[in-house]
């Protein structure tokens, strides 16, 4: 696979890798610059504590790195893109912002009682059977005003969760926004 590259802040145009086969499906730039073009507009990332969900090659959160935010916690079930994983945030001189836990998502979801987030992406498997159930386990995790971007395919919609804000569609990707609204 060719090598993945870093769309915009103090890191554009840097490049890492993607483990060799087909256990990731990393997000295509246009899809990157889309995400990132809708959460700059709502969220100021500079010093944002950011969670990335099914990390796979973490091209979103370190996007989210290279754009200002202060950490990113990277959560991976398979060893081997984990592996690849550490081995881009070394290349790009991240680590020192980087949490990794190598975990399934949904239990590791049901365990988290740490301080919470202002960015949460997610960008599960499209045929994960509990895909429709994540807004109401990840949105909890979020400091008020904070957002979860979820990545899915079109069979999935959520116009009516009550967290939801807009979705755009991009190929056979669609981004789902969700916000964290600040108590009334």
Known sequence: ???????????RRRIFSAPKGHLTRPTSDRAKESIFNMVEARLDLDDAHVLDLFAGTGS??????????????????????????QENAASLDLTDA??????????????????PYELVLADPPYDLDTLPRLPDLIVPLLEPGGLLVLEH????RFDDHPAFELSRAYGRTTVSLFNAHEPA
């Open 60 to 85: 979103l959160g370190f996007e989210a790195l290279s754009r200002g935010a202060a950490s990113a916690t990277f959560v991976e079930q398979q060893a081997q893109v984990m592996k690849c994983l």
């Open 153 to 156: 395919d079109s069979r999935h």
């Open 1 to 11: 696979m060719p090598g993945l590259r870093i769309i915009g802040g103090r890191l």
């Open 98 to 115: 980087c949490v990794f836990v190598r975990a399934d998502v949904l239990p590791y979801l049901k365990n988290q009682s740490g301080p």
